[in-house]
Each structure stands twice: as C-alpha cells, then as structure tokens.
C-alpha cells in the first residue's frame, strides 16, 4: 500500500513538474557561438539573455516565463539546419537568429514548416525575405542592396578618381553586399579596377594585397566579415600601402582594431545608426555593460527582436503561430532600437545605413 501512494505521489509530482515545465514559453537565439565569428554569437546571446531576463522580470508573456535556448550553427548553413530542427524537438516557438544570411536562409525553412517564428538580428541579404518560405519570417535589420546603395554611391561619389577595388568571401552575406555596392557604383558610372573573391577563414592574403598593390589600389571594399578585413588591412599597411579599407556591418565588433592594431585607423563601414546611442536603450545598455556583457553590434538587435515578438504574443494573447504572425504583421512596437514596424515582406521600418570611422580603437559616426 505504501508503495502505492508513493508511486501515486511521483506520478502527481510529475504531473506538476510537467504541468510548469509546459507553463514556460520556450525561445530560441542562434548564431556563431563558436568559430571565428563568435564575438557576433556572444552580441547575440548576450542581447537575447539580457531581453529574457527583462522579460521575466516584468511577469513575462501572458504570465508565462520564457526560457532561452542558444544554438551554434558556426555561420555553417548544414549546422543551422541542424540547429534549427534541434529546436524543433526542444518545443522552441520563436527563433531570434540566425546571424550569417547564409545560415539563416536555409534554416528559415525548417521554421516556417514546423510553425516557428523567426526573427533575424542580423540577416542582410535580401532574398532572406524577398523569397521567404512562410510568413513568420521577419528581420530587425537593413538589406544588404540599402546598405549597398548607401556604399556604391559614396564610393562613386567620394573616390571617382581613385583605382577601387572589390573584394568578397563568397557567402551569401559577403557576395551579395558586394554584388550590390558594385552595382551602384558601376551604375554611377564608376567602374573597379579589380574584382575578385577570397577564400575566409585563411590567416596570409599576401598575394591578393600583392596583386593590390601592383594595381595601385587606392580603396578596397571588402564584402565579408571583420576576421578576414582585419588581416586584409593589416597586410597592407605591412606592405607600406595606405589604401583605405571600406567595408560593412560585420566590421561592427571591437575584434576588427584587435586584429589589425592601429593599422585598422581611417577604416569606413556602414552599419545602422548605433542603438547604444538611443536614449531608451540606456538601461539596457547599463545591465549589459554592468554584467561585463557587450552592447555593440547586434546585441540590441536580438534584444529588439525578443522585445517585438513578445509584444505581438502579448496582443494576440498567444504563442500560436498565426496569431502572433497576424500580431506581427499589424503592430508598431516600442524597442531600443526605437518604434518599428514590419512591411508585407517582413523587412523592418528603421532608419537606413550611416557611416563609421575606426579611430583610436573605438568606431563611431564618421
């Protein structure tokens, strides 16, 4: 009999245990937590702890806590895939990620057939959106043909008279910003004097800095991330070359000056206006830089992302995936990257590209 009531007691224990495991609401983030782009994972895990820890602390979603998942994906698109269908089994209802367009774009797929809403904080190429797979498929960031319009016409503007070269890594995210600077510029009728592709991820550019040099290379563009741009500058300063390195939003990480020292200063990128900047970010920022996390890059973008979709559950008074998509779709929402709004392709309403200038191992508006 005793026996009974002790089995009758753990199965009711774990009927509550169960009962409050279902009461929280499962999110995810996901990007580079490791590899040589892992200073954009920790912006974004550091911005998607800070959101939920905010959350919670307000009583949740509809009175249910959120708990954080985080995967890795590498920026590898099989690994998203992975990463994505892993999130599938964990009960996951919102994705904030991927980082790298390449990783996001297949894992997008997965999340629009198991009726998962995602939000990328840093995605950029168009067909992210452009060909998304299902409605829940959102950003919180520019486009990379905005943020190439912005460069190919300073490009053409600023440096008509001068040899410009450009360069990009092959991925979805490098080649489609530089395929759409280029295009601007040639369309202003400034042409390159070279354009080629790199491979990433290797340590030695010296013969394509030596094939710049030789080309009398005033400006490189650089379509890529800020590992190989950072070697790509220092190279090039070692080489006794003053050409200025000109690149985007993956420059926008304090590891780019720690790997090209002060050879990185007069470096120009395009990147969103800073949301460090933004007033109603502050206490965020503060809790950030209080823990020893970082604010920079896209750790408000994740934050905003969680910040947008808790919101639209909140109004639909729902997890499900329709109604918060419909939330989605017809909502503004209040975020440290201030109001936005999503259009019919689920691209955001923020303010377009600016420009940064690295100096003295910091970037700032140029």
């Not at 995810?28 to 998607?48: C, E, H």
């Not at 959101?51 to 890795?72: F, H, K, P, Q, T």
């Not at 998962?116 to 452009?130: H, L």
């Not at 190439?148 to 092959?170: P, R």
Request: proline residues 4%; glycine residues 12%; contains cysteine.
């Amino acid at each position: 009999m005793k026996k009974y009531l002790l089995a009758s007691v753990a199965a009711v224990a774990g009927v509550a245990m169960s009962t409050a495991a279902i009461a929280d609401i499962v999110i995810a983030t996901a990007g580079p937590m490791t590899g040589q782009y892992a200073s954009f994972g920790a912006q974004m895990k550091a911005g998607a702890e800070q959101a939920v820890a905010d959350i919670n602390a307000a009583g949740g979603v509809n009175g249910e806590m959120l708990v954080l998942e985080v995967g890795d994906d590498a920026c590898d698109p099989k690994q998203a895939v992975a990463v994505a269908n892993q999130m599938v089994g964990k009960g996951v209802v919102f994705m904030a990620g991927h980082f790298c367009s390449g990783s996001s774009i297949p894992a997008s797929a997965v999340y629009a057939e198991e009726g998962i809403i995602q939000i990328s904080p840093a995605s950029t190429n168009p067909k992210f959106t452009d060909e998304r797979p299902g409605p829940g498929v959102y950003r919180v960031c520019g486009r990379d043909d905005q943020q190439g319009q912005v460069a190919g016409t300073y490009l053409a503007e600023e440096f008509g008279d001068k040899n410009i070269a450009v360069v990009h890594d092959k991925t979805a995210y490098g080649k489609g910003l530089a395929d759409a600077t280029k295009g601007v510029m040639n369309s202003l009728g400034k042409d390159e004097t070279l354009y080629e592709a790199y491979t990433a991820g290797e340590k030695d550019y010296t013969a394509l800095v030596s094939k710049l040099k030789q080309e009398n290379i005033d400006v490189l563009y650089v379509g890529g991330y800020h590992t190989e741009a950072g070697l790509m500058k220092r190279q090039m300063v070692d080489q006794g070359m003053d050409t200025i390195l000109v690149s985007g939003d993956a420059l926008v990480t304090d590891e780019y000056w720690s790997i090209t020292g002060p050879a990185g200063e007069g470096t120009l990128m395009t990147f969103s206006p800073d949301p460090r900047k933004n007033p109603i970010a502050a206490p965020v920022v503060k809790s950030l830089e209080d823990a020893g996390k970082t604010a920079e890059g896209y750790s408000l973008y994740t934050y905003a992302a969680i910040q947008a979709w808790a919101a639209a559950a909140t109004t639909a008074k729902s997890t499900d995936y329709d109604a918060v998509v419909g939330a989605l779709n017809a909502g503004d929402f209040a975020t440290v990257l201030g109001d936005l709004s999503f259009d019919d392709k689920g691209d955001v309403s923020l303010p377009g590209y600016v420009w940064y200038e690295w100096k003295d191992g910091q970037y700032d508006y140029k």
